[in-house]
């Protein structure tokens, strides 16, 4: 099956020059179009891979987190709130 997005040979070869530069011109501009999809898709499934990779190592390392977190002195939040300021 052809590509659509190229014209026929016979086209092309009796075309005039400004039709060859108005494709030119519509095919570098299709072709930054795709860059600009491709580009932001593959940001896209970077950014899920290291979403999946972060889960996976906290269900790694689960308890040692979770050991950490509770090792971690926090100020009761009541006090905080109830202090008077100096």
């Given amino acids: 099956m052809p590509d659509p997005a190229l014209p026929p040979l016979s086209f092309?070869?009796?075309?005039?020059?400004?039709s060859l530069q108005d494709l030119e011109l519509a095919s570098l501009n299709r072709s930054r179009n795709l860059a600009r999809t491709v580009r932001s898709e593959i940001?896209?499934?970077?950014?899920?891979?290291?979403?999946?990779?972060?889960?996976?190592?906290?269900?790694?390392?689960r308890e040692a987190l979770l050991a950490a977190g509770a090792a971690i002195e926090t100020p009761d939040l009541t006090d905080v709130f109830n202090r008077k300021s100096a």
Avoid: C
């Avoid at 092309?12 to 400004?18: C, H, K, Y």
């Fill in 12 to 18: 092309l070869l009796e075309a005039s020059p400004t």
């Fill in 43 to 61: 940001e896209q499934w970077i950014e899920q891979e290291a979403a999946g990779m972060l889960a996976r190592w906290m269900i790694k390392n």
